[in-house]
């Protein structure tokens, strides 16, 4: 499969740690409780999402972004 590029959007808990979602593939959702981690598991929670469109012959969309006032965007590559 291609690498592909994608933007990550990671919002910080208050009880610490990030939540992270990939604004193109609606409902893939990860958490980390360090920014390394967090970017780790969403790496892994794409790779699966992608597999599962794969299987069924879908491509992802890509979205328009709307982010929250804390959170930030990172860029991981899959």
């Given at each position: 499969?291609?690498?592909?590029?994608?933007?990550?959007v990671?919002?910080?808990?208050?009880?610490?740690?990030?939540?992270?979602?990939?604004?193109a593939?609606?409902?893939?959702?990860?958490?980390?409780?360090?920014?390394?981690?967090?970017?780790l598991?969403?790496?892994?929670?794409?790779?699966?999402?992608?597999?599962?469109?794969?299987?069924?012959?879908?491509?992802?969309?890509?979205?328009?972004?709307?982010?929250?006032?804390?959170?930030?965007?990172?860029?991981?590559?899959?």
């Open positions: 499969m291609k690498k592909q590029t994608y933007q990550i990671l919002t910080p808990e208050s009880e610490g740690g990030f939540t992270v979602t990939v604004p593939l609606p409902g893939c959702i990860s958490y980390g409780s360090t920014l390394e981690e967090a970017k598991m969403i790496e892994d929670a794409i790779s699966g999402y992608l597999s599962c469109l794969e299987e069924r012959n879908e491509l992802p969309d890509e979205s328009l972004l709307s982010l929250q006032s804390s959170s930030f965007i990172a860029l991981v590559t899959v």
